[in-house]
């Protein structure tokens, strides 16, 4: 399973993942290897002069590497904490923090990383119990090595306040930090904040967010949405969503609408060139299509959301600026199954996608249902060119893509077979460069 993901460019990404064994603890890493940004090498985590059996926080790339990074790490519901770095891919790894920086004795332990550039970088630790202050560590040589802020340049903790596993967002020279209080589920939680690349903080007042802030994100230097989950004895409850319009000084609570056209998706969330993202699933599920509860959406307000794809239950996601106008590219991740599904999807403006109206209007299949699985699609006289089909089944499987041709467009209508699938619900998806469309069909 893919748990985070750091884009660095059209075509270079850093993951951290996790087995599928009961453990299920994320010490591995992803990282592409080709020019395309669509291969992947793969591995551990670890350092021969490191500690054995640490999990990863998230991985920040150096620069614009795909050579170079580090990654920070923390044992499994114990105190400590280590930055590791990478100078080829991923192939070794070195521990580059001290024994006393993230020190399990004082309670230390590394949140997250985050590289600024191909030099500048800050870390994210809790309050030790020596200095009583968090631990900010930063680096301006490339991560090479580390040094801790004065007590002066840290943000003071509230009583028994923590921060917490990539719960951070960074844009341009800022970077934002969510805290938690898990000794006290009823103490509102707090945004973190330094606009001079971790040298000097700022502290939120607190937000209506009881516990803690699982994720947050923010479209443009004043606005950000951030979220935590409430839940009763292993059942998730509600999805608790703040807003803040001042750059994270105050925040209020907003709630996320769900709509025929638009969920909010509670996985991960980011944000880009005034746009929020949001990938996973949807809460409360839908009562009639499982397809629907499954997802990735965008929103201007944290509010309102359009559904940008239905059916793949994405884990994670990081999107940035691509090279155009209102150009997003990025990477999703999602859980591999055992028939090889699922894994990293590269998005080349997929997640920028807005739904096209008149091809929505005129897409339909018939007969539907369809007791054999067989199709005849048609397309309307709005599609012209540079289309994709694809359909992805109720557990968001792909199960067929292909592009559409001259002659399918021309005629608008294609054939869609789909008689070697079982019974279920699916999800038609139509892709052009003016937009998508989408459509369920069903197998009886």
């Not at 270079?12 to 990282?31: H, K, L, Q, S, Y």
């Not at 059996?53 to 620069?63: D, L, P, Q, R």
């Not at 630790?125 to 580390?146: K, M, Q, S």
Request: charged share 15%; aromatic share 8%.
């Amino acid at each position: 399973m893919i748990r985070d993901l750091k884009t660095v460019s059209s075509n270079i990404a850093w993951a951290v993942a996790e087995g599928a064994d009961e453990d299920g603890r994320p010490n591995a890493f992803f990282v592409t290897k080709n020019a395309a940004g669509d291969e992947f090498r793969f591995g551990a985590v670890s350092a021969a002069n490191g500690s054995a059996g640490f999990e990863t926080a998230n991985i920040s790339a150096v620069g614009n590497s795909a050579l170079v990074a580090v990654a920070a790490t923390y044992p499994p519901g114990e105190a400590g904490g280590e930055i590791l770095r990478t100078t080829n891919g991923g192939v070794s790894w070195t521990k580059v923090t001290t024994a006393t920086q993230f020190a399990s004795a004082q309670g230390g332990f590394c949140n997250f990383v985050h590289m600024f550039d191909a030099n500048d970088g800050v870390a994210l630790g809790d309050p030790t119990a020596n200095t009583g202050y968090f631990e900010i560590l930063r680096t301006t040589d490339g991560g090479v090595t580390w040094k801790r802020n004065s007590q002066a340049n840290s943000p003071v903790p509230l009583p028994d306040e923590f921060g917490l596993v990539r719960s951070f967002f960074a844009r341009g020279n800022t970077i934002w930090a969510g805290t938690a209080t898990p000794e006290d589920v009823n103490s509102p939680a707090r945004v973190l904040k330094s606009t001079d690349r971790g040298q000097t903080w700022s502290v939120s007042t607190p937000t209506t967010l009881l516990g803690s802030i699982n994720r947050l994100a923010f479209k443009d230097d004043l606005n950000g949405i951030a979220y935590n989950l409430s839940a009763d004895n292993g059942e998730l409850t509600s999805v608790n969503v703040i807003r803040t319009a001042d750059g994270g000084a105050t925040w209020s609570p907003i709630t996320p609408i769900n709509t025929a056209t638009g969920s909010f998706f509670w996985y991960d969330i980011d944000a880009v060139d005034g746009r929020y993202y949001s990938v996973g699933t949807r809460f409360p599920e839908s009562a009639t299509s499982v397809a629907e509860d499954f997802g990735s959406s965008y929103s201007t307000d944290g509010i309102n959301w359009v559904n940008l794809s239905t059916g793949q239950p994405f884990l994670a996601l990081d999107v940035i600026a691509g090279s155009g106008a209102s150009s997003v590219v990025g990477y999703a991740g999602a859980a591999t199954t055992e028939d090889g599904s699922g894994g990293i999807y590269k998005a080349s403006n997929v997640l920028s996608a807005t739904r096209n109206a008149a091809l929505q209007g005129a897409l339909s299949a018939y007969p539907n249902p369809s007791h054999s699985g067989v199709f005849q699609v048609s397309l309307g006289s709005v599609l012209k060119g540079n289309a994709q089909l694809s359909v992805v089944d109720a557990l968001g499987r792909q199960v067929r893509v292909q592009a559409l041709n001259a002659t399918a467009i021309g005629s608008r209508q294609v054939n869609l077979d789909l008689s070697g699938q079982k019974a279920g619900l699916y999800t038609l998806q139509i892709r052009t460069d003016a937009g998508i469309a989408t459509k369920k069909l069903v197998i009886e």
